[in-house]
Nanobody
Framework: QVQLVESGGGLVQAGGSLRLTCAAS????????MGWYRQAPGKQRELVAS???????NYADPLRGRFNIFRGAGMNIVALQMNSLKAEDTAGYYC??????????????WGEGTQVTVSS
C-alpha cells in the first residue's frame, strides 16, 4: 500500500504563485509514475501534470509553461509549482501514484486533496 499526503494549498490572488507538495510513503516500489489532478465544482476531474521515475513529464496543454512538476531523488516527494494563477485554476488538487502503461498510467493510489482558491 502507498499513502499520499498533499500540502501547500491555500488562498492566493490572481497572478500569484503556489507550490504544492506530495509526500509518499509505504510500498514505493509499486509505483513508477506520479501526477497531479484537479477538480473544480461542477467540472470533470482533469490531469494537470505527471512525471515518471525516469524524469519524463506530461502536462495538460493549456498549462504548459505555467505549471511545472518536479520530483526528489526518488518517488517519495513530488512538487507542483503553479505560476501566474488565474481564477479558473481554483479547484481541489489531488496527488496520484501508479504504474506506466502504453497509453495512460494505471493510477492506483490517491491523496485526499488540497484546496487551491484564486481570487480576482
Amino acid at each position: 500500500q502507498v499513502q499520499l499526503v498533499e500540502s501547500g494549498g491555500g488562498l492566493v490572488q490572481a497572478g500569484g504563485s503556489l507550490r504544492l507538495t506530495c509526500a509518499a510513503s509505504g510500498m514505493l516500489g509499486s509505483i513508477n509514475v506520479m501526477g497531479w489532478y484537479r477538480q473544480a465544482p461542477g467540472k470533470q476531474r482533469e490531469l494537470v501534470a505527471s512525471i515518471t521515475e525516469g524524469g519524463s513529464t506530461n502536462y495538460a496543454d493549456p498549462l504548459r509553461g505555467r505549471f511545472n512538476i518536479f520530483r526528489g531523488a526518488g518517488m517519495n516527494i513530488v512538487a507542483l509549482q503553479m505560476n501566474s494563477l488565474k481564477a479558473e485554476d481554483t479547484a481541489g488538487y489531488y496527488c496520484a501514484g501508479g504504474r506506466q502503461r502504453v497509453i495512460t498510467p494505471d493510477w492506483r493510489y490517491w491523496g485526499e486533496g488540497t484546496q487551491v482558491t484564486v481570487s480576482s
